[in-house]
């Protein structure tokens, strides 16, 4: 089985801390994707990459950077965390090959800023 | 951009019963998928359906996928109180990407 792991369920961060939320997979994919998920509006993609080094902005990449030095492993960094990027935050990956490729979550981080 | 509505957002039945909900999306895709989400958890895919198909089965769940519409539908048959869960179509309209939708919340009740 899949399994994408997510450092923590729980992250409390003051206003302007840097926060790191790592995502890590054990099955080999390309692919990787950070989103955020907020009541109401489903998920956004953040930022996603497709392969080591590679990353291109999603939907919503203002105030987050990412970090992909090995193929397992996808960092999304908040530079200077604020209030309004409380939230859930999602890992996925997926294949890169074929046209028609689910998506494999971790179980999410519910990020409160204070 | 959400690519995909959800109807109803929320919805409501007895144990035993069949729960529907619809997905409705804007611009052309290559698939079209379900997801489910349990209370605070990750997505778990459920059923993927491409463009040139028109239903598909799994176990207790039909989809069915009208391309000239721009929707789809999941059918969850005998439903029950485990099926209780957030549930998301998602679109693929070109390379790897998805794209959500808001979600339906289900609640089955025994």
């Known amino acids: 089985d899949v399994k994408v792991t997510q450092s923590s369920r729980y992250l409390v961060k003051r206003t302007g801390e840097k926060v790191f939320l790592e995502c890590v997979q054990d099955m080999d994919h390309e692919n990787m994707f950070w989103y955020r998920q907020d009541p109401g509006l489903g998920l956004r993609l953040i930022y996603f990459s497709y392969d080591v080094k590679m990353k291109e902005k999603g939907d919503i990449p203002e105030g987050y950077s990412v970090s992909r030095e090995k193929k397992e492993r996808f960092s999304l960094i908040l530079e200077s965390a604020s209030t309004n990027q409380t939230s859930m935050y999602l890992c996925?990956?997926?294949?890169?090959?074929?046209?028609?490729?689910?998506?494999?979550f971790g179980p999410g981080t519910r990020l409160t800023v204070l | 951009s959400q690519q995909g509505e959800e109807d109803p957002q929320a919805l409501s039945i007895q144990e035993g019963e069949n729960a529907t909900m619809n997905c409705s999306y804007k611009?052309?895709?290559?698939?079209l998928q379900w997801y489910r989400q349990n209370s605070g958890r990750g997505l778990v895919h459920l059923i993927l359906i491409r463009s040139n198909e028109r239903e598909k089965h799994s176990g207790r769940l039909r989809v069915t996928l009208d391309t000239s519409k721009k929707s789809s539908s999941l059918l969850i048959t005998a439903s029950r109180a485990a099926d209780t869960a957030s549930y998301f179509c998602?679109?693929?309209?070109?390379?790897?990407?998805?794209?959500f939708g808001a979600g339906t919340i289900l609640r089955v009740k025994s």
């Open positions: 611009t052309s895709i290559n698939n």
């Open positions: 996925a990956s997926s294949l890169l090959s074929g046209r028609y490729n689910e998506q494999f």
């Open positions: 998602a679109t693929g309209v070109y390379g790897n990407k998805l794209v």
